[in-house]
């Protein structure tokens, strides 16, 4: 089973600032990578999708990028509603299977 | 615009069967993968399986779970035997396109509790 680690745990930034997430694959998963971003109480909601594609609507400060097993979520400049729990999740080949990582919170510092 | 509703009993005893069913509205349920993903409170996300006219369930579930379609109703539905309170968990019903989730229920919360 692949595991996804994401780090941190918890980001205390501001807003304006520049957030760096990350997430490790204990196994290459090429460029099928996904990320996304969760509110208190809402269901998650995909930003971006095989590493670095934004999905549909996503404003263009959210960007992701890496392949292999190292993948980077980039938030450019942080909005006030950007603070949220963010997932990564990948999936697997065989047994056909999805796994997330842990989340990461970013919070207003 | 595709949209997906969970229902089902708020409330499921120990040791019985949790039952949930999703219904998709603004899109055909005959194409397309749709999964349960569960989230117990607090905690990160599960991938409980799937269904695309064959099933694949999460190795760790796999025992207990069983998700079927109905394409008349265009519903899917989710069953989980011998609950305990450890699959106490907000239960997300969601559609899969290749390798990501792009479409999710507002979810819903299923204690498992006496």
Redo the contacts between chains.
């Keep these: 089973?692949i595991v996804l680690t994401q780090s941190p745990a918890t980001l205390s930034l501001s807003p304006g600032e520049r957030a760096t997430l990350s997430c490790r694959a204990s196994q290459s998963l090429s460029i099928?990578l996904?990320w996304?971003q969760q509110k208190p109480g809402?269901?998650?909601?995909?930003l971006i999708?095989?590493a670095s594609n934004r999905?549909t609507g996503i404003p263009a400060r959210f960007s992701g990028s890496g392949s292999g097993t190292d993948f980077t979520l980039t938030i450019s400049s942080l909005e006030p509603e950007d603070f949220a729990v963010y997932?990564c999740?990948?999936?697997s080949n065989w047994?056909?299977?999805?796994?997330?990582?842990?989340?990461t919170k970013l919070e207003i510092k | 615009q595709v949209q997906l509703q969970e229902s089902g009993p708020g409330l499921v005893k120990p040791s019985e069967t949790l039952s949930l069913t999703c219904t998709v509205s603004g899109g055909s349920i005959s194409s397309y993968y749709w999964?349960w993903i569960r989230q117990p409170p607090g905690k990160?996300?599960?991938?409980i399986g799937y269904y695309s006219g064959s099933t694949?369930y999460?190795?760790s579930l796999k025992s207990r779970v069983t998700i079927s379609v109905d394409t008349s109703k265009n519903q899917f539905s989710l069953k989980l035997s011998s609950v305990t309170a450890a699959d106490t968990a907000v239960y997300?019903c969601?559609r899969?396109i290749t390798?990501?989730?792009?479409y999710?229920?507002?979810?819903t919360l299923v204690p498992v509790s006496s």
């Design positions: 089973e099928y996904a996304y809402q269901a998650p909601r995909l999708y095989d999905a997932y999740q990948q999936r047994p056909p299977m999805y796994t997330f990582g842990q989340g | 999964n990160g996300l599960e991938w694949s999460n190795p997300y969601a899969h390798t990501y989730f792009d999710w229920g507002q979810g």
